[in-house]
Protein backbone atom coordinates (compact mmCIF):
# COMPACT_ATOMS: atom_id res chain seq x y z
CA UNK A 1 0.00 0.00 0.00
CA UNK A 2 1.34 3.20 -0.89
CA UNK A 3 -0.34 6.57 0.19
CA UNK A 4 0.40 10.04 -1.74
CA UNK A 5 -0.28 13.21 0.30
CA UNK A 6 -0.43 16.44 -1.63
CA UNK A 7 0.26 20.40 -1.02
CA UNK A 8 -0.57 23.34 -3.51
CA UNK A 9 0.34 26.47 -3.44
CA UNK A 10 -0.40 29.34 -6.06
CA UNK A 11 -0.24 32.94 -6.69
CA UNK A 12 -0.08 35.38 -8.81
CA UNK A 13 3.56 36.72 -7.74
CA UNK A 14 4.40 40.43 -7.05
CA UNK A 15 4.57 41.81 -10.46
CA UNK A 16 1.49 40.73 -12.76
CA UNK A 17 -1.81 41.27 -12.49
CA UNK A 18 -3.70 38.22 -12.66
CA UNK A 19 -2.48 34.81 -12.09
CA UNK A 20 -2.48 32.93 -15.34
CA UNK A 21 -1.38 29.80 -13.91
CA UNK A 22 -3.91 26.87 -13.31
CA UNK A 23 -3.47 23.97 -10.71
CA UNK A 24 -5.18 20.77 -10.72
CA UNK A 25 -4.92 18.49 -7.46
CA UNK A 26 -7.38 15.66 -7.69
CA UNK A 27 -7.22 11.86 -6.73
CA UNK A 28 -4.72 10.57 -8.39
CA UNK A 29 -3.88 13.13 -10.96
CA UNK A 30 -2.17 16.63 -10.09
CA UNK A 31 -1.57 19.02 -12.39
CA UNK A 32 0.16 22.83 -13.38
CA UNK A 33 -0.62 24.88 -16.25
CA UNK A 34 0.82 28.15 -17.06
CA UNK A 35 -1.43 29.77 -19.71
CA UNK A 36 -0.45 32.51 -22.19
CA UNK A 37 -2.46 34.74 -24.58
CA UNK A 38 -3.87 38.22 -24.54
CA UNK A 39 -6.14 39.57 -21.71
CA UNK A 40 -8.17 36.50 -19.95
CA UNK A 41 -6.65 34.38 -22.94
CA UNK A 42 -3.99 32.61 -21.10
CA UNK A 43 -6.17 32.23 -18.01
CA UNK A 44 -9.11 30.88 -20.10
CA UNK A 45 -6.17 28.32 -21.40
CA UNK A 46 -5.09 27.34 -18.51
CA UNK A 47 -7.94 26.04 -16.92
CA UNK A 48 -9.50 24.27 -20.20
CA UNK A 49 -6.59 22.78 -20.48
CA UNK A 50 -6.49 21.34 -16.66
CA UNK A 51 -10.55 20.85 -17.02
CA UNK A 52 -10.61 18.69 -20.21
CA UNK A 53 -7.28 16.88 -18.78
CA UNK A 54 -9.22 15.95 -16.09
CA UNK A 55 -12.60 14.73 -17.47
CA UNK A 56 -10.60 12.60 -20.25
CA UNK A 57 -8.68 10.81 -17.66
CA UNK A 58 -11.43 10.16 -15.58
CA UNK A 59 -13.46 8.87 -18.83
CA UNK A 60 -11.29 6.47 -18.92
CA UNK A 61 -11.54 2.68 -17.43
CA UNK A 62 -8.20 2.16 -16.78
CA UNK A 63 -6.10 4.77 -15.79
CA UNK A 64 -2.82 4.13 -17.55
CA UNK A 65 0.43 5.85 -19.05
CA UNK A 66 -1.53 5.79 -22.77
CA UNK A 67 -4.83 7.03 -21.11
CA UNK A 68 -2.42 10.19 -19.66
CA UNK A 69 -0.76 10.67 -22.59
CA UNK A 70 -4.72 10.91 -24.51
CA UNK A 71 -6.03 13.25 -22.07
CA UNK A 72 -3.11 15.44 -22.67
CA UNK A 73 -3.79 15.18 -26.31
CA UNK A 74 -7.42 15.92 -25.53
CA UNK A 75 -6.78 19.18 -23.59
CA UNK A 76 -4.56 19.96 -26.32
CA UNK A 77 -7.93 19.74 -28.92
CA UNK A 78 -10.31 21.60 -26.54
CA UNK A 79 -7.51 24.45 -26.04
CA UNK A 80 -7.08 24.64 -29.93
CA UNK A 81 -10.95 24.41 -30.55
CA UNK A 82 -11.35 27.13 -28.34
CA UNK A 83 -8.36 29.69 -29.67
CA UNK A 84 -9.61 29.00 -33.27
CA UNK A 85 -13.42 29.59 -32.62
CA UNK A 86 -13.04 32.60 -30.33
CA UNK A 87 -11.44 35.78 -32.24
CA UNK A 88 -10.67 37.53 -28.80
CA UNK A 89 -8.46 33.87 -27.58
CA UNK A 90 -6.91 33.70 -31.16
CA UNK A 91 -2.77 32.47 -30.75
CA UNK A 92 -3.51 31.32 -26.34
CA UNK A 93 -1.87 28.46 -25.25
CA UNK A 94 -0.48 27.06 -22.38
CA UNK A 95 2.01 24.68 -20.63
CA UNK A 96 1.07 21.61 -19.24
CA UNK A 97 2.73 19.52 -16.58
CA UNK A 98 0.97 16.18 -14.98
CA UNK A 99 1.51 13.29 -12.98
CA UNK A 100 -0.94 10.44 -12.14
CA UNK A 101 -1.58 7.05 -10.66
CA UNK A 102 -1.76 4.64 -13.08
CA UNK A 103 -1.97 0.84 -13.32
CA UNK A 104 0.90 -0.68 -15.18
CA UNK A 105 0.61 -3.76 -17.47
CA UNK A 106 1.59 -6.01 -14.64
CA UNK A 107 -1.49 -4.99 -12.47
CA UNK A 108 0.70 -2.54 -10.18
CA UNK A 109 0.14 0.93 -9.72
CA UNK A 110 2.91 3.39 -10.77
CA UNK A 111 3.41 7.11 -11.52
CA UNK A 112 3.50 8.82 -15.18
CA UNK A 113 4.28 12.45 -15.80
CA UNK A 114 2.98 14.28 -18.94
CA UNK A 115 4.72 17.13 -20.08
CA UNK A 116 4.43 19.99 -22.56
CA UNK A 117 6.18 23.28 -22.53
CA UNK A 118 8.46 24.75 -19.50
CA UNK A 119 6.48 24.38 -16.21
CA UNK A 120 8.70 21.34 -14.67
CA UNK A 121 8.37 18.14 -12.94
CA UNK A 122 11.01 17.77 -9.95
CA UNK A 123 11.82 14.53 -8.21
CA UNK A 124 13.37 15.18 -4.49
CA UNK A 125 14.97 11.68 -3.15
CA UNK A 126 17.50 11.59 -0.37
CA UNK A 127 17.79 15.11 -0.53
CA UNK A 128 18.93 15.43 -4.22
CA UNK A 129 16.53 17.46 -5.94
CA UNK A 130 16.58 16.24 -9.81
CA UNK A 131 14.69 17.98 -12.85
CA UNK A 132 12.52 15.05 -14.16
CA UNK A 133 11.17 17.27 -17.32
CA UNK A 134 13.25 19.01 -20.18
CA UNK A 135 11.85 22.56 -20.96
CA UNK A 136 10.60 22.82 -24.55
CA UNK A 137 11.93 26.03 -24.64
CA UNK A 138 14.38 27.92 -26.73
CA UNK A 139 16.96 28.39 -24.38
CA UNK A 140 16.73 24.89 -23.50
CA UNK A 141 17.37 24.33 -27.34
CA UNK A 142 20.04 26.28 -26.91
CA UNK A 143 21.56 24.66 -23.75
CA UNK A 144 21.42 21.22 -25.25
CA UNK A 145 23.04 22.48 -28.57
CA UNK A 146 26.08 23.33 -26.16
CA UNK A 147 25.36 27.50 -27.49
CA UNK A 148 24.86 28.69 -24.00
CA UNK A 149 24.93 27.89 -20.41
CA UNK A 150 22.29 27.05 -17.79
CA UNK A 151 23.25 30.69 -16.05
CA UNK A 152 22.89 32.32 -20.01
CA UNK A 153 19.56 30.93 -20.05
CA UNK A 154 18.02 31.97 -16.63
CA UNK A 155 18.44 35.55 -18.24
CA UNK A 156 18.15 35.48 -21.84
CA UNK A 157 15.97 37.99 -23.50
CA UNK A 158 13.99 34.56 -25.28
CA UNK A 159 14.00 32.86 -22.46
CA UNK A 160 10.07 33.08 -22.35
CA UNK A 161 9.95 31.07 -25.94
CA UNK A 162 8.46 27.68 -26.02
CA UNK A 163 9.42 25.65 -28.68
CA UNK A 164 6.46 23.55 -27.68
CA UNK A 165 2.85 24.42 -26.32
CA UNK A 166 -0.47 23.23 -25.87
CA UNK A 167 -3.27 24.55 -27.62
CA UNK A 168 -1.92 26.25 -30.61
CA UNK A 169 -2.08 23.42 -33.03
CA UNK A 170 -4.81 19.89 -33.51
CA UNK A 171 -1.89 17.52 -32.43
CA UNK A 172 0.69 17.67 -30.30
CA UNK A 173 3.21 15.55 -28.99
CA UNK A 174 3.35 15.06 -25.36
CA UNK A 175 6.65 13.82 -23.47
CA UNK A 176 5.58 10.82 -21.07
CA UNK A 177 7.62 9.75 -18.16
CA UNK A 178 7.01 6.87 -16.25
CA UNK A 179 8.38 6.97 -12.98
CA UNK A 180 9.18 4.56 -10.11
CA UNK A 181 8.86 6.01 -7.01
CA UNK A 182 10.05 4.75 -3.65
CA UNK A 183 8.93 5.56 -0.26
CA UNK A 184 9.87 8.68 0.77
CA UNK A 185 10.25 10.21 -2.41
CA UNK A 186 8.36 14.08 -2.60
CA UNK A 187 7.88 15.06 -6.46
CA UNK A 188 7.58 18.82 -7.25
CA UNK A 189 5.08 20.31 -10.64
CA UNK A 190 5.59 23.65 -10.77
CA UNK A 191 4.99 26.65 -12.94
CA UNK A 192 8.39 28.80 -14.34
CA UNK A 193 7.58 31.41 -12.29
CA UNK A 194 9.33 29.25 -9.27
CA UNK A 195 12.52 28.47 -11.01
CA UNK A 196 12.82 31.41 -12.36
CA UNK A 197 13.22 33.13 -8.86
CA UNK A 198 14.52 30.11 -6.70
CA UNK A 199 17.62 27.87 -7.32
CA UNK A 200 17.33 24.08 -7.05
CA UNK A 201 19.64 23.94 -3.94
CA UNK A 202 16.94 26.72 -2.72
CA UNK A 203 14.28 24.45 -3.24
CA UNK A 204 15.90 21.66 -2.10
CA UNK A 205 16.44 23.68 0.83
CA UNK A 206 12.90 24.08 1.22
CA UNK A 207 12.12 20.55 0.72
CA UNK A 208 14.14 18.94 3.28
CA UNK A 209 13.02 22.21 5.82
CA UNK A 210 9.54 21.48 5.75
CA UNK A 211 8.41 17.75 5.61
CA UNK A 212 4.66 18.57 5.65
CA UNK A 213 3.85 18.70 1.94
CA UNK A 214 1.31 21.99 2.25
CA UNK A 215 3.98 24.21 4.32
CA UNK A 216 6.57 22.61 1.85
CA UNK A 217 4.34 24.60 -0.98
CA UNK A 218 3.50 27.16 0.80
CA UNK A 219 7.33 28.37 1.30
CA UNK A 220 8.07 27.39 -1.89
CA UNK A 221 5.62 30.30 -3.79
CA UNK A 222 6.69 32.52 -0.41
CA UNK A 223 10.42 31.94 -1.17
CA UNK A 224 10.07 33.08 -4.83
CA UNK A 225 7.88 35.94 -4.25
CA UNK A 226 10.59 37.10 -1.79
CA UNK A 227 12.89 36.65 -4.59
CA UNK A 228 10.89 39.19 -7.26
CA UNK A 229 8.10 37.33 -8.03
CA UNK A 230 8.38 38.37 -11.19
CA UNK A 231 5.81 35.61 -12.38
CA UNK A 232 2.90 33.73 -11.37
CA UNK A 233 3.72 30.94 -8.90
CA UNK A 234 2.27 27.34 -8.65
CA UNK A 235 3.58 24.69 -7.10
CA UNK A 236 2.24 21.11 -5.92
CA UNK A 237 4.14 18.65 -4.01
CA UNK A 238 3.31 15.41 -3.91
CA UNK A 239 5.05 13.02 -0.74
CA UNK A 240 4.97 9.08 -2.07
CA UNK A 241 4.78 7.37 1.31
CA UNK A 242 4.57 3.36 1.19
CA UNK A 243 4.55 0.47 3.35
CA UNK A 244 7.42 -0.95 1.44
CA UNK A 245 9.63 -0.20 -1.35
CA UNK A 246 7.34 -2.33 -4.16
CA UNK A 247 4.61 -0.08 -4.93
CA UNK A 248 1.44 -2.15 -5.38
CA UNK A 249 -1.88 -0.04 -4.56
CA UNK A 250 -1.48 3.48 -4.12
CA UNK A 251 -4.32 5.52 -2.69
CA UNK A 252 -4.60 9.62 -2.01
CA UNK A 253 -4.62 10.52 1.33
CA UNK A 254 -6.50 14.21 2.84
CA UNK A 255 -3.50 16.98 2.66
CA UNK A 256 -1.97 17.23 6.27
CA UNK A 257 -3.15 19.92 8.45
CA UNK A 258 -0.77 22.99 8.17
CA UNK A 259 0.09 24.16 11.82
CA UNK A 260 1.25 27.66 12.56
CA UNK A 261 -0.65 31.02 10.61
CA UNK A 262 -1.59 30.10 7.25
CA UNK A 263 -2.49 31.43 4.07
CA UNK A 264 -3.82 29.67 1.89
CA UNK A 265 -3.89 30.98 -1.69
CA UNK A 266 -6.82 29.74 -3.80
CA UNK A 267 -5.96 28.58 -7.59
CA UNK A 268 -8.04 31.11 -9.45
CA UNK A 269 -8.44 31.21 -13.24
CA UNK A 270 -5.74 32.67 -15.01
CA UNK A 271 -5.22 34.78 -17.99
CA UNK A 272 -3.22 33.74 -20.75
CA UNK A 273 -1.26 35.79 -23.79
CA UNK A 274 0.33 35.42 -27.75
CA UNK A 275 1.76 34.16 -29.79
CA UNK A 276 2.36 30.12 -30.06
CA UNK A 277 5.24 30.25 -28.51
CA UNK A 278 5.50 33.19 -26.38
CA UNK A 279 4.89 33.62 -23.40
CA UNK A 280 3.38 36.89 -21.71
CA UNK A 281 6.00 39.81 -20.19
CA UNK A 282 4.89 40.96 -16.95
CA UNK A 283 2.28 43.42 -17.55
CA UNK A 284 2.52 46.17 -15.04
CA UNK A 285 0.14 48.60 -13.55
CA UNK A 286 1.45 51.24 -14.36
CA UNK A 287 4.36 51.60 -16.72
CA UNK A 288 7.44 54.04 -17.54
CA UNK A 289 5.97 54.71 -20.74
CA UNK A 290 2.24 55.25 -19.28
CA UNK A 291 3.80 58.15 -17.29
CA UNK A 292 5.68 59.77 -19.46
CA UNK A 293 3.19 59.48 -21.73
CA UNK A 294 0.70 61.39 -19.13
CA UNK A 295 3.20 63.92 -18.26
CA UNK A 296 3.67 64.89 -21.99
CA UNK A 297 0.05 65.61 -22.40
CA UNK A 298 -0.32 67.67 -19.46
CA UNK A 299 2.53 69.72 -20.67
CA UNK A 300 0.83 70.10 -24.12
CA UNK A 301 -2.78 71.02 -22.93
CA UNK A 302 -1.03 73.48 -20.31
CA UNK A 303 1.05 74.99 -22.89
CA UNK A 304 -2.24 75.11 -25.28
CA UNK A 305 -4.04 76.84 -22.38
CA UNK A 306 -1.21 79.24 -21.65
CA UNK A 307 -0.71 80.42 -25.22
CA UNK A 308 -4.53 81.21 -25.62
CA UNK A 309 -4.41 82.63 -22.01
CA UNK A 310 -1.31 84.60 -23.01
CA UNK A 311 -3.33 85.47 -26.41
CA UNK A 312 -6.57 86.50 -24.87
CA UNK A 313 -4.85 88.87 -22.19
CA UNK A 314 -1.60 90.30 -24.25
CA UNK A 315 -3.70 92.82 -26.43
CA UNK A 316 -5.40 96.34 -25.65
CA UNK A 317 -8.66 97.20 -27.34
CA UNK A 318 -10.35 100.83 -27.92
CA UNK A 319 -14.40 100.54 -27.62
CA UNK A 320 -17.31 102.79 -26.25
CA UNK A 321 -18.44 102.04 -23.40
CA UNK A 322 -21.35 103.76 -21.53
CA UNK A 323 -20.38 106.41 -24.71
CA UNK A 324 -16.79 107.20 -23.17
CA UNK A 325 -13.94 105.66 -25.36
CA UNK A 326 -12.64 102.79 -23.02
CA UNK A 327 -9.35 100.75 -22.97
CA UNK A 328 -9.48 97.36 -22.35
CA UNK A 329 -6.99 94.47 -21.75
CA UNK A 330 -8.30 91.13 -23.61
CA UNK A 331 -9.99 90.57 -27.12
CA UNK A 332 -12.92 91.82 -27.92
CA UNK A 333 -15.48 89.66 -26.74
CA UNK A 334 -12.99 87.03 -24.66
CA UNK A 335 -11.06 84.20 -25.30
CA UNK A 336 -11.98 80.85 -23.17
CA UNK A 337 -12.59 82.26 -20.03
CA UNK A 338 -10.40 85.37 -20.61
CA UNK A 339 -12.51 88.25 -20.62
CA UNK A 340 -11.73 91.54 -21.18
CA UNK A 341 -11.24 94.21 -18.33
CA UNK A 342 -11.30 98.07 -18.26
CA UNK A 343 -8.53 99.55 -18.30
CA UNK A 344 -8.30 103.07 -18.67
CA UNK A 345 -11.94 104.80 -19.39
CA UNK A 346 -11.25 108.40 -20.88
CA UNK A 347 -12.95 111.99 -20.98
CA UNK A 348 -13.70 111.33 -24.26
CA UNK A 349 -17.42 110.28 -25.62
CA UNK A 350 -18.68 109.45 -28.88
CA UNK A 351 -18.92 113.21 -30.27
CA UNK A 352 -14.89 113.61 -29.66
CA UNK A 353 -14.39 111.14 -32.68
CA UNK A 354 -15.58 111.30 -35.83
CA UNK A 355 -18.62 109.52 -36.52
CA UNK A 356 -17.04 107.40 -39.28
CA UNK A 357 -14.91 105.83 -36.35
CA UNK A 358 -17.54 105.21 -34.44
CA UNK A 359 -18.39 101.41 -36.87
CA UNK A 360 -14.83 100.76 -35.57
CA UNK A 361 -14.71 101.53 -32.17
CA UNK A 362 -18.33 99.20 -31.63
CA UNK A 363 -15.97 96.36 -32.99
CA UNK A 364 -13.01 97.40 -30.80
CA UNK A 365 -9.85 98.82 -32.40
CA UNK A 366 -7.18 96.30 -31.10
CA UNK A 367 -3.63 97.64 -30.49
CA UNK A 368 -0.83 95.64 -29.58
CA UNK A 369 -0.08 97.85 -26.17
CA UNK A 370 -1.46 99.99 -23.73
CA UNK A 371 0.43 103.34 -24.53
CA UNK A 372 -0.85 102.27 -28.39
CA UNK A 373 -4.13 102.22 -27.45
CA UNK A 374 -4.01 105.43 -25.81
CA UNK A 375 -2.24 106.63 -29.00
CA UNK A 376 -5.02 105.68 -30.74
CA UNK A 377 -7.29 107.76 -29.08
CA UNK A 378 -5.12 111.00 -28.73
CA UNK A 379 -4.90 110.31 -32.63
CA UNK A 380 -8.86 110.17 -33.13
CA UNK A 381 -9.66 113.36 -30.66
CA UNK A 382 -7.18 114.99 -33.13
CA UNK A 383 -8.64 114.02 -36.18
CA UNK A 384 -11.88 115.22 -35.00
CA UNK A 385 -10.40 118.37 -33.65
CA UNK A 386 -8.34 118.62 -36.57
CA UNK A 387 -11.72 118.23 -39.00
CA UNK A 388 -13.64 120.84 -37.15
CA UNK A 389 -10.70 123.18 -37.32
CA UNK A 390 -10.31 123.22 -40.78
CA UNK A 391 -14.07 124.02 -41.29
CA UNK A 392 -13.75 127.29 -40.02
CA UNK A 393 -12.34 130.47 -41.03
CA UNK A 394 -8.77 131.48 -39.91
CA UNK A 395 -9.22 134.30 -38.18
CA UNK A 396 -8.42 137.29 -39.85
CA UNK A 397 -7.58 140.93 -39.30
CA UNK A 398 -10.73 143.26 -38.38
CA UNK A 399 -10.60 147.14 -37.44
CA UNK A 400 -10.54 146.71 -33.60
CA UNK A 401 -7.56 144.43 -33.58
CA UNK A 402 -5.06 145.40 -32.25
CA UNK A 403 -1.06 145.98 -33.50
CA UNK A 404 0.00 142.55 -32.87
CA UNK A 405 3.24 140.53 -34.50
CA UNK A 406 3.29 141.17 -37.96
CA UNK A 407 3.72 137.17 -37.93
CA UNK A 408 2.11 134.05 -35.75
CA UNK A 409 3.24 130.36 -35.54
CA UNK A 410 0.39 128.15 -35.38
CA UNK A 411 1.42 124.67 -34.64
CA UNK A 412 -1.39 121.57 -35.03
CA UNK A 413 -0.72 118.08 -34.39
CA UNK A 414 -2.67 116.22 -36.88
CA UNK A 415 -2.34 112.47 -37.06
CA UNK A 416 -2.36 110.09 -39.93
CA UNK A 417 -4.75 107.26 -38.75
CA UNK A 418 -4.40 103.92 -40.50
CA UNK A 419 -8.26 102.49 -42.54
CA UNK A 420 -10.35 101.66 -39.84
CA UNK A 421 -10.71 98.18 -41.09
CA UNK A 422 -6.39 97.08 -40.26
CA UNK A 423 -6.45 94.99 -37.20
CA UNK A 424 -2.76 94.38 -37.17
CA UNK A 425 -0.88 96.40 -35.52
CA UNK A 426 0.26 99.53 -37.19
CA UNK A 427 2.41 102.29 -36.79
CA UNK A 428 0.90 105.43 -36.18
CA UNK A 429 2.38 108.40 -37.48
CA UNK A 430 2.38 111.55 -36.55
CA UNK A 431 3.59 114.49 -37.98
CA UNK A 432 3.48 117.98 -36.97
CA UNK A 433 2.12 120.28 -39.82
CA UNK A 434 3.95 124.28 -39.00
CA UNK A 435 1.72 126.55 -40.55
CA UNK A 436 3.35 130.18 -40.91
CA UNK A 437 0.11 132.52 -41.02
CA UNK A 438 0.67 136.08 -42.34
CA UNK A 439 -1.32 138.21 -40.22
CA UNK A 440 -1.50 141.92 -41.30
CA UNK A 441 -1.85 144.63 -39.20
CA UNK A 442 -5.02 146.66 -39.57
CA UNK A 443 -4.64 150.10 -40.70
CA UNK A 444 -6.93 152.43 -38.99
MN1 LIG B 1 4.93 31.46 -16.05
Redesign the pocket.
Known sequence: MTKLVVGSATDVGLVRSNN??QLLVSPGLYAVA?GMGGHAAGEVASSTAVSALAAAFEATDHHTAASLESAAKAANRAVWEQARTNRSMFGMGT?LVALAVVERQDGTNGLTAAHIG??RLYGYRDGTLKQVTVDHSLVQELVDDGQISEAQAAVHPQRHVLTRALGVEPNIEVDIIDLAPRHGDRYLLC???LP?EVSDDQIAAVLSRFSNPVEAAKELVAVANLRGGN??ITVVVIDVLASENSPDTMIVVPSPAVTGPTRIVPAAPKAAVPRKAR?APAPKRVTFRVVVFVVALLIVIGGAIACLGWYGRSAYFVALSKDRVTIFQGRPGGVLWFQPTVVERTRDTASSVLSYRLQVLEAGQVEPSLAQARQYIANLVAEKIEAEGNGKPLPRGGPHHKRAAPTTTVTTARAILAPPTTSAPRSVTTTVRTTTVARRTAKG
Do not use: F, H
Request: hydrophobic letters at 0%; charged letters at 55%.
Open positions: QDDTDSSDGRDNK
